[in-house]
């Protein structure tokens, strides 16, 4: 889905990504699976890295179950760009708005050798429809290092995102036909 797309906003518990923000992405997708298998296979982020191969790592800093004011640290390996070496992504996110089963926003930034996102705002909605949940996602960056080159940015980011709805896809359809 375009950057650009003025398709529907992207809200939890109405709030969204950073307005301000100049790289930002969305993107949708319906997974044949239910509502249940969907939510707990994003929600339970100690388990990423078993079917987002993207995610090398993912530790809660917080118990329990995730809600609004839970903290987790996640790696994700970056390639070279023209601004930033290949590197590991440090990850730190805080969960802000929390819905079961319908949205979750988080934020929080991450750190590299030679790369640094300010601040990352992700939101993720999720709606039963015929035939599976129709997911949505947002996310914007914000940074000088990461603003300096946006068009490769939201590159960058787009990718991630597309990347990580086709694997929830994946997984969640797996998980049913088991």
């Not at 388990?47 to 996640?74: I, N, Q, Y």
């Not at 640094?116 to 599976?132: L, N, Q, Y």
Request: proline share 7%; with cysteine; net charge negative.
């Amino acid at each position: 889905m375009s950057p650009n797309d003025s398709g529907p906003v992207v809200t939890c518990d109405g709030q969204g990504v950073d307005p301000a923000a100049r790289i930002r992405y969305r993107g949708e997708t319906v997974v044949r699976a239910s509502l249940r298998t969907v939510w707990t296979l994003q929600t339970d982020v100690e388990r990423w890295p078993t079917w987002h191969a993207p995610v090398t790592s993912v530790e809660r800093l917080d118990t329990g179950d995730l809600r609004a004011g839970s903290a987790f640290r996640w790696t994700t390996p970056v390639p070279e760009t023209p601004a930033s070496p290949a590197t590991t992504l440090v990850i730190t996110s805080t969960v802000e708005q929390l819905t079961p089963h319908r949205c979750i926003r988080w934020s929080g930034p991450g750190t590299g050798d030679g790369l640094r996102i300010d601040r990352g705002v992700h939101v993720w909605t999720f709606a039963e429809v015929p035939g599976g949940v129709l997911v949505r996602t947002e996310e914007t960056w914000t940074g000088d290092q990461v603003e300096a080159d946006v068009q490769t940015s939201t590159a960058y980011l787009g990718y991630g995102l597309d990347a990580w709805l086709a694997d929830l896809t994946t997984a969640a359809e797996k998980a049913e036909n088991r």
